[in-house]
């Protein structure tokens, strides 16, 4: 669940916020939805969350995580931007977006990392294209989150999805080729694999199975990785694997309404 916070001390301006968020979110989950038969718009609702602050103050004491934080800079003290710095030093890794009357004042936003600012009163073009960006990068961030959990007798190993080049198996062993040159190999089964990682990952061949992440073409059956490197592809699933390829770049991006 994607949770999204307001914080304006005028109840109007996030009363309204709150309302355009809302629209674009459901909009975005039914578009989901019409994918997945089993899924029903109705149950938009517990796919985010929304919650309003009348101040700076109020947003700190709650010691809440958010993943998303319209902060409004011209509010009594603590002004956005001094609330922003507090939240930062909390260690806060909310994507901070500040909305404004007037565009200079954001120029104090790189000090705290801003993502993007939004000004007032608020144009519909500008704000469905920044959370167009807002879901893009959440979603990015989720996908560099996901863990590959590896039981090597009694020790375990732990790798980031995002860090795997690919899979291949070899025997008995499955050996998982890294970013970092590195490789882990460990007792197991191709099946298994497939099973533990998630839809960036394709089985070209029978022995391999790739990160589309770090695909870079394909070419007389073999499928060019980042780094030069190259594995095989099977001539019954090349078509199979550019299909999955263009599938997985259009997941990733996001077009501008």
Same mark, same amino acid.
């Given at each position: 669940?994607?949770?999204?916070?307001?914080?304006?001390?005028?109840?109007?301006?996030?009363?309204?916020?709150?309302?355009?968020?809302?629209?674009?979110?459901?909009?975005?989950?039914?578009?989901?939805?019409?994918?997945?038969?089993?899924?029903?718009?109705?149950?938009?609702?517990?796919?985010?969350?929304?919650?309003?602050?009348?101040?700076?103050?109020?947003?700190?004491?709650?010691?809440? *995580?958010?993943?998303?934080?319209?902060?409004?800079?011209?509010?009594?003290?603590?002004?956005?931007?001094?609330?922003?710095?507090?939240?930062?030093?909390?260690?806060?890794?909310?994507?901070?977006?500040?909305?404004?009357?007037?565009?200079?004042?954001?120029?104090?936003?790189?000090?705290?990392?801003?993502?993007?600012?939004?000004?007032?009163?608020?144009?519909?073009?500008?704000?469905?294209? *920044?959370?167009?960006?807002?879901?893009? *990068?959440?979603?990015?961030?989720?996908?560099?989150?996901?863990?590959?959990?590896?039981?090597?007798?009694?020790?375990?190993?732990?790798?980031?999805?995002?860090?795997?080049?690919?899979?291949?198996?070899?025997?008995?062993?499955?050996?998982?080729?890294?970013?970092?040159?590195?490789?882990?190999?460990?007792?197991?089964?191709?099946?298994?694999?497939?099973?533990?990682?998630?839809?960036?990952?394709?089985?070209?061949?029978?022995?391999?199975?790739?990160?589309?992440?770090?695909?870079?073409?394909?070419?007389?059956?073999?499928?060019?990785?980042?780094?030069?490197?190259?594995?095989?592809?099977?001539?019954?699933?090349?078509?199979?694997?550019?299909?999955?390829?263009?599938?997985?770049?259009?997941?990733?991006?996001?077009?501008?309404?």
């Amino acid at each position: 669940m994607i949770s999204f916070a307001i914080c304006d001390d005028e109840p109007w301006m996030a009363e309204e916020l709150s309302r355009r968020l809302s629209q674009y979110m459901d909009e975005q989950i039914n578009k989901q939805a019409e994918k997945q038969v089993n899924e029903h718009p109705s149950q938009s609702s517990s796919f985010y969350s929304i919650r309003c602050f009348s101040d700076g103050r109020s947003l700190l004491k709650s010691g809440n *995580t958010f993943d998303v934080i319209f902060l409004d800079i011209q509010m009594p003290p603590p002004d956005g931007m001094e609330t922003a710095r507090k939240l930062r030093r909390q260690g806060s890794r909310s994507l901070l977006i500040f909305i404004t009357v007037l565009a200079e004042y954001v120029f104090d936003a790189f000090s705290v990392e801003a993502y993007d600012y939004l000004v007032k009163p608020l144009e519909n073009v500008r704000f469905r294209r *920044t959370m167009n960006r807002v879901l893009h *990068t959440l979603s990015q961030r989720t996908d560099q989150q996901k863990k590959l959990i590896i039981q090597k007798g009694n020790s375990c190993e732990i790798i980031s999805l995002s860090e795997i080049l690919y899979g291949e198996v070899m025997g008995r062993k499955i050996y998982i080729h890294q970013l970092d040159g590195s490789i882990t190999d460990y007792y197991g089964k191709m099946e298994d694999l497939e099973r533990k990682v998630d839809g960036r990952f394709f089985k070209c061949h029978r022995s391999y199975l790739v990160n589309l992440a770090h695909v870079r073409g394909c070419h007389d059956g073999r499928v060019i990785l980042m780094q030069d490197k190259e594995i095989p592809v099977s001539r019954l699933r090349e078509r199979d694997l550019t299909q999955a390829l263009l599938h997985y770049m259009k997941s990733r991006t996001i077009n501008p309404p």
